[in-house]
DNA sequence: GTAGCTGCAAACTCTTTGCAACTCT
DNA sequence: AGAGTTGCAAAGAGTTTGCAGCTAC
């Protein structure tokens, strides 16, 4: 049993068919899949699933916080297995999203919510760019 | 003739009734307003505004430049006339939002997309948070 | 057995758009 | 006059949901 199984099962998830299908989708994501991508990749091992499952699956596992739900400018939302925190930077050109971490901006942000009266709950850091020193 | 309105009138926007009216409002607003807030307060003065035109105007505002659009973790638009360059910080309880500016962040992002090998094209930096030291 | 889960299709929210009529310039 | 603009209603995209049947526990 994987370890996302695992961990539904231990929140009283039912492992149905299309969760293991759903789970080892996310098991195997190393990038930010949105729904759609999900929902293909999850086709592929039961041509079966519907989408609103798959919506409902990632719903549910976002609130067990065992995924994250990103809204970047995109209009539509990608999904993440839950790691280590880390902001985004999307590549412009090609879509590609690179992680990065950042100490000293993890100490900003709390102390600027800080100073402004307030208890950092959330925040959303994103950087969008495109990459240096490419030939025209 | 308002800022807003000779600034549009320069791109070449016709100066029509509604316009002028949406103009207005953006002028005396002192929030973030939605877009449906953009067109409550314009049909106070103008009921036969549409809300389709609302948004062509807004959309064409954003081009220009004469306004920014956000979108927040809250499934819709707001929009901001557009004045120095400062980020958000929301109010998770009454929705407020406030603006900060911080030019160690400003450095900080910068620096860290070029450490990635990328050049910085636009970027999005928001904290949500709850006022501290409220008694319970 | 039954609470929970599923697929389907309809509904929802926010936003955009085709069209015919209208209006600044 | 004519290009640009408008209101209306329909269409779009992404997401959620009601329901009847199904399934894991």
Do not use: W
Not at 96 to 112: A, G, R, S, Y
């Amino acid at each position: 049993m994987s370890d996302l199984e695992e961990r539904c099962a231990a929140a009283g998830l039912k492992m149905t068919g299309q969760r293991k299908v759903i789970l080892k989708v996310l098991g195997e994501a190393s990038d930010h899949p949105s729904v759609e991508d999900v929902y293909d990749r999850a086709k592929d091992m039961d041509s079966s699933i519907s989408i609103a499952t798959v919506y409902r699956t990632l719903g549910l596992l976002d609130e067990l916080d065992l995924v994250t739900r990103h809204e970047f400018q995109e209009g539509y939302s990608r999904y993440e297995v839950n790691a280590d925190h880390h902001h985004h930077l999307i590549d412009l050109e090609t879509g590609k999203v690179i992680e990065f971490q950042n100490d000293e901006l993890e100490k900003l942000k709390i102390k600027i919510a800080r100073d402004l009266g307030y208890e950092l709950v959330d925040h959303r850091f994103e950087l969008y760019g495109k990459k240096l020193g490419k030939k025209k």
